[in-house]
């Protein structure tokens, strides 16, 4: 398979416990981005990296959250203290230029 | 800040009508902007995208305009299909690398 992979699929989690997510780019895509997306709601920006280095983080992602690219190619996403708030998909994409795909997403959900 | 508006939120067509979803952005630089179909429980996929060169481009039954001067560009699908069903992304990018997305638009289609 040669698209973006993501991996957990589903988690669940109590309250409070860390997560984390990897997502697998496709192979020489040097752009990589996470969003997060609730029902009904078109996904929302987290952060994204240029190669290894990590270009912008949302404002709106507190300091719980924090995303790594150590060589430039798979990502991993955590999540520490998590919250009821945090349940969503969190989803994965990667470009080489402006087109950007993306991965079936981490579903997680907080109890 | 960054926005992209979206409407309409969602959209019932009989099958065989067309459907035309339109969205606004903010940031007078961004210069691509795709389109992107969701079925439920599943990734958004890339179905259409545009550069700010042009003003119109068309791909079998969807189609997607631009106006840079009013900031707006919309999607257009003919002699829709039942399996056009799905919920609608457009988005745009912010700040030369950063894709922001609208709020999406679920369009159902009759029989």
């Known amino acids: 398979d040669t698209g973006v992979s993501q991996n957990p699929r589903h988690k669940i989690t109590k309250r409070g416990q860390n997560v984390t997510f990897r997502c697998d780019p496709i192979?020489?895509?040097?752009?990589l981005y996470w969003y997060r997306q609730t029902l009904g709601q078109g996904p929302e920006f987290l952060t994204y990296?240029?190669?290894?280095?990590?270009?912008?983080k949302s404002r709106l992602l507190s300091d719980r959250f924090s995303a790594e690219r150590p060589k430039g190619s798979f990502s991993t996403l955590e999540i520490q203290r998590t919250e009821q708030g945090d349940s969503a998909m969190y989803l994965c994409?990667?470009?080489?230029?402006?087109?950007?795909?993306f991965g079936q997403g981490t579903r997680l959900t907080v109890v | 800040g960054e926005n992209v508006e979206q409407h309409p939120s969602t959209l019932s067509v009989q099958e065989g009508d067309s459907a035309v979803i339109k969205c606004t952005y903010s940031?007078?630089?961004?210069?691509?902007f795709p389109w992107y179909k969701q079925e439920l429980g599943k990734r958004p996929q890339l179905i259409i995208d545009?550069?700010?060169?042009?003003g119109e481009k068309k791909d079998q039954r969807i189609a997607v305009t631009l106006n840079k001067t009013a900031k707006h560009f919309s999607l257009h699908i003919t002699e829709t299909q039942p399996e056009d069903s799905a919920v609608y992304f457009c988005?745009?990018?912010?700040?030369?690398?950063?894709?922001?997305f609208g709020q999406g638009t679920r369009l159902t289609i009759n029989p």
């Open positions: 994409a990667s470009s080489l230029t402006d087109e950007a795909f």
């Open positions: 192979s020489e895509h040097n752009r």
């Open positions: 990296f240029q190669n290894e280095a990590q270009l912008e």
């Open positions: 940031d007078s630089a961004s210069n691509y």
């Open positions: 545009i550069r700010s060169n042009v």
């Open positions: 988005a745009a990018i912010w700040g030369a690398q950063k894709l922001v």
